[in-house]
């Protein structure tokens, strides 16, 4: 069983930076590939980046030079560095571990990038 715990969202004004962390129960963290979603009012959730157990690292198109993910596998934490934020940013932020064939959901932190 792994428990996630997201922290770090606010409010923030455009061109602001956030930066969310995910703490990870148990001992399988460093085996685990992490990542960070985003669910928007009245939209799907989207993958918005992810890092590997091996530190391979992808990112939606819309945050490509804006946000950073990395892991500390010492503190089984992951982080996501939000920088040059925008409106569009706006939602809850998911951090997901997949270990196993198994995910396990975080409960989310609201981010509101206001204009």
């Known amino acids: 069983q792994v428990q996630l715990v997201e922290s770090g969202g606010g409010l923030v004004q455009a061109g602001g930076s956030l930066r969310l962390s995910c703490a990870a129960s148990g001992s399988i963290f460093s085996t685990s590939h992490m990542g960070w979603y985003r669910q928007a009012p009245g939209k799907q959730r989207e993958l918005v980046a992810a890092?590997?157990?091996?530190?391979?690292?992808g990112y939606v198109d819309s945050v490509k030079g804006r946000f950073t993910i990395s892991r500390d596998n010492a503190k089984n934490t992951v982080y996501l560095q939000m920088n040059s934020l925008k409106p569009e940013d706006t939602a809850v932020y998911y951090c997901n571990a997949l270990v196993a064939s198994k995910s396990y959901w975080g409960q989310g932190t609201q981010v509101t990038v206001s204009s």
């Open positions: 890092i590997t157990s091996g530190g391979e690292i």
